[in-house]
């Protein structure tokens, strides 16, 4: 079973965060594919909060539209490098982080 070492690549922003009249969101995994990148996941948050101190939560009684949101995308360090110079300059609000994974990848098809 081998193992290897990529890199995460998290972008944090929420719902309501725009890139070109487009959520940044989509923007971001949008990139991500066009350069290649090994896959990219969205998550939505149920609840939290960010530079700007408010709350934001999904519970029916405070509903909100502007929900947290988090890309991760895993691939070679070489390559979230290359991608964080493009993908940087792309948010104008938000949190990019990255770090070190350990990794299993079983083989594709035909390998």
């Excluded at 972008?11 to 594919?33: L, M």
Aim: charge should be negative.
């Amino acid at each position: 079973m081998a193992w290897e070492t990529l890199e995460r690549l998290r972008v944090y922003t929420d719902e309501s965060d725009t890139i070109d009249g487009r959520s940044a969101f989509s923007q971001i995994v949008a990139a991500a594919h066009e350069h290649g990148l090994a896959g990219a996941t969205v998550f939505r948050g149920m609840m939290g909060y960010g530079g700007n101190s408010r709350i934001h939560t999904a519970r029916l009684l405070d509903l909100s539209s502007d929900l947290p949101v988090m890309v991760e995308i895993i691939d070679t360090p070489e390559r979230i490098e290359t991608f964080c110079s493009v993908a940087l300059p792309m948010l104008k609000k938000g949190l990019m982080t990255r770090e070190p994974v350990t990794a299993h990848r079983p083989p594709k098809q035909g390998e």
